[in-house]
């Protein structure tokens, strides 16, 4: 079946630091894939997401690459903030199951000043 | 333009009771999903609903259970509670049932049974 396989954390990084989470996956068809983020306290807010093959979604400094020779979608930023640290969730949907989506065990990220 | 809300934003209750779980969807939204998210992991899929059908089920045993109302609101509802039913659960809508369209998720509801 469709899965996600994300980065273990916890991750510490310095301010200004940058960042990788790794996200693989496994799906039938073409799915389309998530970043959301979790900030403490708080619900799930969408990230970035990428629809199709050599897709790179962006938003706010962060940026993943829908990569299908490699089955993966690693989000990056440039230069991490204090504001930054939440958890991450990689998730997909996939063709063959509509909207489910199907989500990673999350990525704990604390950024130090 | 209105966000998902949930209520109530926490429950307690005890082993074997039941509990009913609301949301509101965000405006234009026609699907709405629930997940369960217990502590330290990525939220699973519970089950979906589409114009008040439902439209896709996880791998969640029948007393899970779920409505969904011509304005879209949906209630999940759990029978007969077990101490793993503890969790965060999470309500999200979206806009159609493609794999394409991004859900958005209300804040949860933590329901704690003891």
């Known amino acids: 079946g469709d899965s996600v396989t994300q980065m273990e954390g916890p991750v510490t990084l310095s301010e200004e630091a940058f960042l990788t989470i790794n996200c693989t996956y496994t799906a039938t068809g073409y799915p389309s894939l998530f970043w959301y983020v979790q900030y403490p306290g708080e619900g799930l807010q969408l990230l970035l997401k990428a629809t199709k093959a050599d897709d790179k979604g962006s938003n706010k400094g962060f940026e993943a690459t829908y990569r299908k020779e490699t089955t993966s979608f690693h989000l990056e930023k440039g230069s991490v903030q204090v504001s930054d640290s939440a958890v991450y969730f990689c998730a997909l949907s996939g063709t063959n199951t509509g909207n489910q989506f199907y989500f990673g065990t999350g990525t704990s990220l604390t950024v130090i000043p | ?96 049932t493609g794999s394409y369209y991004e859900q958005y998720f209300g804040p949860g509801t933590r329901l704690t049974v003891t």
Request: charged share 15%.
């Open chain 2, 1 to 96: 333009e209105t966000g998902v809300t949930q209520s109530p934003t926490h429950l307690i209750k005890t082993r074997g009771q039941q509990v009913t779980l609301r949301c509101s969807s965000q405006s234009g939204h026609n699907t709405v999903s629930w997940y369960q998210q217990a502590l330290g992991q990525g939220p699973q899929f519970i089950f979906q609903y589409y114009r008040e059908e439902e439209n896709g089920r996880g791998n969640f045993p029948p007393r899970f259970s779920g409505l969904q109302f011509p304005n879209y609101s949906s209630e999940l509802n759990v029978n007969a509670l077990e101490l793993d039913d503890s969790a965060l659960y999470l309500c999200a809508s979206s806009s159609g």
